[in-house]
């Protein structure tokens, strides 16, 4: 078992390829590694866009911070119930300020009395989520590991460098979400395990492996192409979600930025849809876990390999009728006999065809195989078997031999001498 301990799958990589200084050195780079954010304890809300005036740029800015409260809180609830932000029940400011821990600031735009931005909300777990219904409702994936792959410039890269794509899942919330995501950092042997280029290798045997050493049941490989019209202008990027070892398409969707300047906002927004693909091919049963990733079973035994070949070939043979003769001094004996040949395998039905108490009855068994084997099998379960004229005759087999006689002295060795007179 690799479970939790990635090391030793990458000592022995180093072992087999040979390259260990290579790997080691690429290894130490510092321009890696992006630990997920831990959001267990928070509720978060994102893309709460505000247009707000007031007398003053603080007084507006307020005002717009309140109103992403109100807004926030309204689509928390309503993402738990199913329903309309509409139908939201109204909560005060003053509560509210009690249930947010903070503001995130996306974009904003201040003026002299006007507050245009897009925020964020986080709400405190343990205080919001009796108020929305949500306190351990939510349905969940078995953990899934994420394979971020960002391609531009012609360089496809997943964790090997830091990123704006691997950045944006590392500061993903998660504890909103129907995935629950194995995200690696890059740091360690991450880089060798999760990247690119692996995303493609098709080996079971090695996603067993990857999978059994972050603790996860099943990959999941978020992917985007970036492109710009030309240095720092507008950029598209094109999203495609996959899944399983073999890169199954879940979906995928485009997002362009006509400002082109930080790729940052432009990868939020990509997450944000992409864990909504994932969550609906998690409802819509799709992220079914391929049975080649499970582990392959132990090796039967040999003895187990031959009795399944020849009840294999047993089945596969047509049913020919027999006759046996059987000696039956008394009912008791014709009945054992009829049990003895039922239990046979391959006998499908045994009828007495003429009976006769004290004397030899006659009994058809129907039995899936020839007559060898049919008398090779009543051998087997204690019967002596005699071939005549295409009947079997069946008598029981003889019990154990009597002791061999002594063997008599050699007349020419000399006499014994006669024991002594008695007194």
Do not use: C
């Not at 394979?147 to 531009?152: F, R």
């Not at 740091?187 to 999978?211: E, F, I, Q, Y």
């Not at 432009?266 to 876990?289: E, P």
């Amino acid at each position: 078992m690799l479970r939790r301990r990635p090391f030793a799958l990458f000592a022995a990589m180093i072992a087999i390829t040979g390259f260990g200084s290579a790997l080691v050195a690429q290894l130490e780079s510092g321009d890696r590694g992006i630990l997920p954010l831990d959001s267990s304890g928070v509720l978060e809300v994102t893309s709460i866009h505000v247009d707000v005036a007031g007398e003053t740029a603080e007084q507006a800015r307020y005002a717009g911070w309140r109103q992403a409260q109100r807004i926030g809180f309204k689509l928390l609830w309503a993402k738990a119930h199913g329903a309309s932000p509409d139908q939201a029940p109204a909560v005060d400011d003053a509560t509210l300020d009690g249930l947010v821990s903070s503001i995130s600031v996306e974009k904003e735009q201040i003026g002299p009395g006007r507050y245009i931005a897009d925020l964020g909300v986080l709400f405190d777990r343990s205080k919001t989520a009796g108020l929305v219904d949500m306190a351990g409702d939510l349905r969940r994936s078995d953990p899934l590991l994420l394979v971020p792959i960002m391609l531009t410039d012609g360089t496809m890269t997943s964790v090997e460098t830091r990123n704006a794509w691997q950045r944006a899942w590392a500061g993903f919330r998660t504890s909103t979400s129907a995935i629950d995501y194995v995200r690696p950092s890059g740091l360690g042997a991450d880089p060798l395990l999760v990247n690119a280029a692996l995303a493609d290798r098709p080996g079971r045997a090695w996603w067993r492996n990857v999978l059994d050493t972050y603790g996860a049941s099943d990959i999941l490989v978020a992917q985007v192409q970036v492109r710009r019209l030309y240095p720092g202008g507008p950029a598209s990027a094109h999203f495609i979600a996959r899944h399983g070892a073999d890169g199954e398409v879940i979906g995928s969707f485009d997002i362009h930025d006509r400002d082109g300047g930080d790729l940052q906002p432009l990868m939020n927004k990509g997450v944000q849809q992409m864990d909504q693909l994932f969550s609906a091919a998690l409802n819509d049963g799709r992220l079914r876990r391929d049975p080649s990733l499970n582990p392959p079973p132990p090796p039967t035994p040999p003895e187990e390999i031959v009795a399944d070949e020849a009840a294999t070939a047993i089945d596969s043979t047509p049913a020919q009728a027999y006759q046996l003769l059987v000696s039956t001094p008394d009912a008791a004996a014709l009945s054992a006999a009829v049990s003895s040949v039922r239990g046979v395998a391959g006998v499908d039905a045994v009828s007495e065809s003429s009976v006769a108490i004290g004397g030899t009855s006659s009994i058809v068994a129907s039995y899936h195989g020839d007559v060898s084997a049919l008398r090779a099998a009543l051998m087997a379960r204690g019967w002596s078997v005699d071939y005549e004229g295409g009947q079997l005759r069946l008598s029981r087999a003889a019990g154990p031999r009597p002791a061999p006689a002594p063997l008599r002295a050699d007349p020419l060795a000399p006499a014994a001498a006669p024991p002594p007179p008695r007194p």
